[in-house]
């Protein structure tokens, strides 16, 4: 089978985020298809961008062909990068046919962030009769309204609206990564029978071979956990989305010494939490620098936790899909999921708790998780690994990619 998967921001392990596109294409190229990825030239989300010196701009990256589209580069999530994107989008139409030439897909894949791509792949999909599958990874435009703050009535969120819909109209099934958007998206004009949820999961290859920690970290992991520590671990960006004040504030309240914190990764809002704990001598909390994340096996070894922490949005009505929740899952280790998210793991399957964001109940489930026993605790953690080794692998959920596309 030939699949063309659209994904402006598409990156690989070495050059970074988003690692989505690449997982899934490797699998399918193991099995014996052959994957073109059209991404664009420039993502904020990688740490290495690729070198595009021409509007399409070929690559073979561990047996997948990436076609890069050179959309330019922008700052912020202003008006530089609304630009890009419709130059990918327009330049994704006006090569449409060189494109088609090249990959003759049987089946084309819209998974850009942004629903917009859904024009060229339909104008794709009539010249080769391709089937189209449209992948959800946020809700465009209600983040942009929920998150962003801009109004409905903004020209760009009422043309990305006009785009979503026609995804849900138009393309033959409809993939999401939330599990309760089901009803949303019909009422956006698809109809209930293309609906399919498949959620990230884990990339069993890091587990297999995982890349070690920076040695300083893992010695300074060592000595905590030698002392006896109860690790409370939170790894990924450290923005305001993430809420991590909270975290430092719950850390405030507990006065158990066994319990210490960990804070693992970079962000705009770092600074502010390390001055924050310096300020308020918080002796329980230790900050590290970001790891790759083939070592995210190696450092969830040492987490007795796994915080998870966001402020609180109507977003997550529709649920989740956090990386950081299968591979925490996957490591046995519970979780403490601290705001409110419909369809989550954490409750369905009883791996871990979950919190309100206010500090003193994220206080008050870590001194209940800390205060259990250990069967509990141990059921919980066999709960985790079991249900990421049934239906979050991500060679089981590439499977069930193709057996959509099949």
């Excluded at 059209?38 to 561990?62: C, M, T, W």
């Excluded at 020209?155 to 033959?172: C, H, L, T, W």
Aim: charged share 25%; with cysteine.
């Amino acid at each position: 089978m030939n699949i063309l998967l659209i994904n402006h921001y598409a990156g690989s392990p070495e050059m970074g985020m988003e690692f989505r596109p690449y997982y899934f294409a490797r699998e399918w190229v193991r099995a014996g298809h052959h994957v073109q990825i059209i991404a664009g030239d420039f993502s904020h989300l990688r740490k290495e961008n690729p070198k595009v010196e021409k509007d399409l701009q070929y690559e073979d990256v561990d047996g997948i062909q990436y076609c890069w589209i050179k959309a330019g580069r922008y700052e912020g999530n202003g008006l530089s990068r609304a630009l890009t994107m419709f130059r990918f989008c327009y330049k994704l139409r006006k090569y449409a046919d060189r494109i088609l030439e090249k990959a003759r897909p049987d089946v084309i894949i819209t998974s850009s962030t942004y629903p917009l791509d859904t024009f060229p792949a339909q104008y794709m999909r009539k010249k080769c009769h391709a089937k189209l599958i449209h992948e959800v990874h946020d809700m465009w435009p209600a983040t942009l309204i929920e998150l962003g703050g801009m109004s409905k009535y903004h020209p760009f969120v009422q043309m990305i609206q006009v785009g979503e819909n026609s995804a849900y109209r138009k393309s033959d099934k409809v993939v999401s990564l939330l599990p309760c958007a089901k009803d949303y998206m019909v009422r956006h004009g698809m109809k209930a029978d293309k609906f399919i949820c498949i959620e990230n999961g884990v990339v069993d290859d890091d587990w297999k071979n995982p890349l070690p920690l920076p040695q300083g970290m893992e010695k300074e992991l060592t000595v905590l956990k030698e002392d006896g520590k109860f690790i409370v671990g939170y790894f990924g960006g450290h923005a305001l989305s993430n809420a991590l004040g909270n975290l430092l504030k719950a850390a405030e309240k507990i006065h158990n010494d066994k319990i210490h914190f960990v804070l693992v990764g970079k962000g705009i809002e770092k600074e502010k939490l390390k001055t924050y704990a310096k300020e308020h001598r918080l002796q329980n909390i230790s900050f590290f620098p970001a790891v790759q994340k083939g070592s995210i096996p190696n450092l969830l070894k040492y987490f007795d936790i796994s915080y998870c922490g966001a402020k609180e949005s109507a977003l997550y009505q529709y649920g989740i899909s956090l990386n950081k929740i299968y591979d925490s899952l996957y490591a046995g280790v519970p979780i403490l999921l601290a705001f409110h998210a419909n369809g989550n793991l954490i409750e369905k399957y009883h791996c871990g708790a979950v919190s309100k964001g206010e500090p003193a109940e994220i206080a008050k489930k870590i001194e209940d998780l800390f205060s259990m026993e250990n069967e509990e605790k141990m059921k919980m953690s066999a709960n985790g690994k079991k249900i990421i080794e049934e239906k979050y692998l991500i060679s089981k959920l590439a499977l069930d990619f193709i057996n959509i596309m099949s």
